[in-house]
């Protein structure tokens, strides 16, 4: 699978990820990820924190932060 960005720029690199929001295909240089933390608690343990990774393309990462 090659990178969706891009195939537009004319260029054609391979693909790591899909984006989250819109399921595009994005390379290395064009893919951004964000790390959430994510807050738990079970009835019988101490809250825990996860990370979560949150995967987009460069076009809905820039929509997200606008």
Known sequence: MHCLDCRIQGTKHTAVAVCHD???????????VTVNEVHGRSMLSAPYQPSARTVRCATCATARAA
């Open 22 to 32: 819109c399921g595009a295909a994005a390379c290395a240089e064009h893919v951004r």
